[in-house]
């Protein structure tokens, strides 16, 4: 039996149609496929983000809102350093994560390694001081009221305090704390969880706060304070938890004024001085540094607490002592230096030295692994992994750690280790 010819056309048509309707559903199926892979890997990474901050604690929600603002907007990219002020130079410059925080009298910006802004927000401070930790700053006017928290892309809040501010900082977890005048005492020290509520409050009646520092966990804070008694001057640390009114422990320096102290690693305390450098660690047992006769002059411990030491000796200005110190107090080395320094900076792998007219970076084993010529107006270093950035008073310029570099960019290629 012969098949008829409208029946073969229409089968013809029949198979062009399913085939067109196959291919529309193929290409339906695969646009649907790669809209899941696409939400899956945005889940993945959020999940992984969030496990991160419950294991470790060490990610922010601004943290993860600034990992997706910088996917978004990462192929923009900046000119390039130096990164010249247009005006003057900057009041204060941090460190936030990989990008550097810069305040000047008018405003406040980001800028990424390529120079780039991430952001750039004016103020109405008249002496702006910030402290920057895990991606988060608090940003405050010292002697006065206002103060801000923000992330390298954001600003989460701006708040008021009722008497005039001393100093402050921001905890790993977005625990912040700021220490004022007091209201009926000398001095006051308050803290705010990470949705800026109060969760701690305690008056000095004597003596004032000088630093605060946060632990990792944001349970706790340390101060040192600073009073007089019979004409002479005397300092102390003293450590709180959150959960209670008054302070765990109060450790006596005497004379031995403590400028700073700082969580290095869990609850160890490290506080220092132009005349003490001392580890506490966390049954509050003190372990000093042998300072002999020398003072220190710099001081730069990196978020991941590697701490870098600059001591002048015997009182020197051009002849120094560079020490290193891990997490948990052990000396990593010590290298004697015959120069002047103005800035040193560690980032748990590589140390910098600023001087007058170079740069000189080591490993952790004091090594000299970089130097590179600058110039003589530097006023301080920052150092990330294979840059190292140098503020000088009218730019920041970005240097390589590794290798010899000349002034003009030239580098010695095999010295360049980058």
């Known amino acids: 039996m012969k098949e008829n010819k409208s029946d073969k056309r229409q089968g013809k048509k029949t198979d062009k149609k399913n085939k067109i309707n196959i291919s529309d559903i193929n290409v339906r199926q695969q646009t649907v496929m790669g809209v899941l892979k696409i939400t899956v890997v945005i889940l993945a990474v959020l999940a992984l983000l969030f ?70 927000v004016s103020h109405s401070f008249s002496q702006p ?24 892309t954001k600003v989460f809040y ?19 704390a700021l220490a004022t005048r007091g209201a009926s005492s ?16 305690w008056s000095c009646s004597k003596e004032n706060i000088v630093s605060i520092d946060i632990s990792d966990n944001g349970k706790r804070a340390a101060i ?64 000093d540094i042998d300072l002999s006769l020398n003072t220190l002059s710099r001081i730069y411990t990196g978020e991941n607490n590697m701490t870098a ?42 140390i910098s030295v600023l001087a007058d007219n170079q740069l000189l970076s080591f490993n952790r084993r004091g090594k000299e692994v970089g130097k590179s010529e600058v110039t003589a107006d530097g006023v301080s270093c920052f150092t990330d992994g294979n840059r190292t950035y140098v503020l000088t008073t009218s730019s920041i310029d970005c240097c390589k750690t590794f290798g010899e570099h000349k002034l003009n960019g030239t580098a010695n290629p095999e010295k360049d280790k980058k």
């Open 51 to 120: 496990f991160a901050a419950n294991k470790f604690g060490d990610v922010t929600f601004s943290s993860v809102g600034d990992y997706f603002n910088g996917l978004f907007s990462g192929v923009k990219k900046g000119e390039g350093y130096p990164y010249y002020f247009e005006n003057s130079a900057p009041s204060d410059v941090k460190k936030i994560n990989s990008d550097l925080l810069v305040l000047n009298e008018a405003s406040y910006s980001v800028l990424d390694s390529t120079a780039r802004k991430l952001n750039n």
């Open 129 to 152: 001081i910030a402290d920057s930790n895990n991606g988060r700053a608090i940003i405050f006017d010292v002697g006065s009221y206002a103060y801000s928290i923000v992330s390298r």
């Open 158 to 176: 701006e708040g008021q305090t009722q008497q005039k501010i001393l100093v402050g900082c921001v905890g790993k977890d977005g625990t912040y």
């Open 186 to 201: 000398t001095s006051e020290l308050i803290v705010f969880n990470s949705s800026h509520q109060e969760i701690f409050k």
């Open 224 to 287: 040192s304070v600073v009073g007089a008694q019979n004409g002479e001057l005397y300092s102390k640390v003293i450590v709180f938890d959150f959960e209670y009114k008054e302070p765990l422990k109060e450790l006596p320096f005497d004379a031995q004024i403590v400028a700073g102290v700082e969580y290095v690693s869990g609850n160890k305390l490290l506080a220092y001085g132009e005349n003490v450098l001392c580890y506490i660690d966390r049954s509050f047992n003190r372990h």
């Open 309 to 350: 030491v600059v001591l002048s000796k015997y009182g020197s200005s051009s002849s120094k002592i560079l020490k290193v110190f891990n997490k948990n107090g052990d000396e990593l080395f010590t290298k004697e230096l015959n120069f002047a320094v103005r800035s040193v900076s560690c980032d748990g792998n590589y």
